[in-house]
Antibody
């Protein structure tokens, strides 16, 4: 059984950075892809980007290019999301999710972390 | 980017009702569409992938259909635990966009 456990909630000042972790247990971390999705208060889901640990390759939604970095530590089975130059509209719950590449069935996000609430406020 | 439009955005129904939620894509995405259920304060939960394949453990009252630009999620007989928000997501190409959500409320 795969489990993704995220780091705790954060309160940050505008202009600062935040780094959230997502630790995996079960599954085959290196070969699994991890994506990050955020949800602003009362809003829908927004894909931010993803990474495949075994290749070390990441991709980002254009909106977040240059301000978001996704990395992994394979030895710790942990993925990280760093967001810099935080603004008030970055206030959201951030989720990590495992992405299955199911061949004929395509991709899907089957396991999700519990979410990390980031509040950006002066 | 591929846009997904769900309808309706809000749906009021009763236990036992049959409901259908539609998701339209701005361009063809083959069958690379997933559906998620989200209860307030919780992470989304995968219901369906490849448009119509039920994820393990999801009750059979949920079904999905469609291809290319038109998709639907049907709940055949609503149960109390089904009142939640539902999202579609396209996984045909990066960025993997979501629909705006459909909130299903008890009538």
């Amino acid at each position: 059984q795969v489990q993704l456990v995220q780091s705790g909630n954060e309160v940050k000042k505008p202009g600062s950075s935040v780094k959230i972790s997502c630790k995996a247990s079960g599954g085959t971390f290196s070969r699994d892809s991890i994506s990050w999705v955020r949800q602003a208060p009362g809003q829908g889901l927004e894909w931010m980007g993803g990474i495949i640990p075994i290749f070390g390759t990441s991709s980002y939604a254009q909106k977040f290019q240059g301000r978001v970095t996704i990395t992994t530590d394979e030895s710790m089975k942990t993925a990280y999301l760093e967001v810099t130059s935080l603004r008030s509209d970055d206030t959201a719950v951030y989720y990590c999710a495992r992405v299955v590449s199911g061949g004929y069935f395509g991709k899907y996000f089957d396991y999700w972390g519990q979410g990390t609430k980031v509040t950006v406020s002066s | 980017d591929i846009q997904l439009t769900q309808s309706p955005s809000f749906l009021s129904a009763s236990v036992g009702d049959r409901v259908t939620i539609t998701c339209r894509a701005s361009q063809g995405i083959s069958r690379f569409l997933a559906w998620y259920q989200q209860i307030p304060g919780k992470a989304p939960k995968l219901l369906m992938y490849a448009a119509s394949t039920l994820h393990s453990g999801v009750p059979s009252r949920f079904s999905g259909s469609g291809s290319e630009t038109e998709f639907s999620l049907t709940i055949s007989s609503l149960q109390p635990e089904d009142f939640a928000t539902y999202y579609c997501q396209q996984l045909n190409s990066d960025p993997y966009t979501f629909g705006q959500g459909t909130k299903l409320e008890i009538k």
